[in-house]
């Protein structure tokens, strides 16, 4: 599976949208973008994901560049509950590929 | 809640006994994963079940480590000889389908700690 790159941290006002950054250069035709977040003490949780298309679902927003190297998530209206790590995954989509290669993720604090 | 469940939550125990940890995936759930998550770290896979077939195997799975789902339903992660590098939180997730593009759904986690 591609690696992908996040910054470390990143703040946000309580009410304001977050947007978190990945990139993944390496990142091959049949690969997803996948995104999880893990708020403390809890298992990971399953966000969006997405081929090409930019795509949303009551939770986040992903928004992917042409080239595919890179995407954002975003959190149009981010509250105190969704502070976390967010992990940006990319993940190949032929059988027998199964697992999901977590890196250190972003961590994301909402500030009231 | 997901629906996956993990027990015990909590498990501390003494360098050189063995622990045992179960995993109750979501019921329709073909594929079962173990994932081990150390401090400041993201999660690593370790191993996963399609059904009760063993598929993969990280090379984390040490020899002291053993993974079995008998019936295809419920998982155990068996460690052996627990070692202080062993603390770590112990994930399980389950996920429907054959394809890759399913996603996967995790329980809260077996937290172990040697001492």
């Known amino acids: 599976d591609a690696k992908t790159t996040q910054p470390t941290s990143m703040d946000c006002a309580e009410g304001r949208a977050a947007n978190l950054p990945c990139n993944h250069s390496t990142i091959s035709g049949n690969e997803y973008v996948y995104w999880y977040r893990q708020i403390h003490s809890q298992g990971p949780q399953y966000i969006i994901h997405?081929?090409?298309n930019n795509e949303t679902n009551e939770m986040a927003s992903l928004i992917i560049t042409e080239d595919r190297k890179s995407s954002t998530l975003i959190l149009p209206h981010a509250t105190l509950r969704d502070t976390a790590v967010y992990y940006c995954i990319v993940r190949a989509v032929i059988q027998g590929a199964q697992k999901l290669v977590f890196g250190q993720g972003t961590r994301l604090t909402i500030n009231p | 809640d997901t629906g996956v469940s993990q027990n015990p939550r909590h498990k501390i125990t003494k360098r050189g006994q063995n622990v045992t940890f179960r995993c109750d995936p979501i019921?329709?759930?073909?594929?079962l994963y173990w994932y081990r998550q150390t401090l400041g770290q993201g999660p690593e896979f370790l191993t996963y079940f399609q059904n009760e077939a063993q598929l993969e195997k990280s090379r984390l799975l040490s020899d002291r480590f053993s993974a079995e789902r008998p019936k295809g339903s419920f998982s155990t992660l068996e460690i052996q000889r627990t070692e202080q590098g062993d603390s770590a939180m112990y994930l399980c997730a389950s996920s429907l389908g054959s394809g890759g593009n399913n996603e996967q759904f995790f329980g809260p986690g077996t937290r172990l700690t040697v001492l």
């Open positions: 997405g081929l090409k």
């Open positions: 019921s329709e759930h073909n594929r």
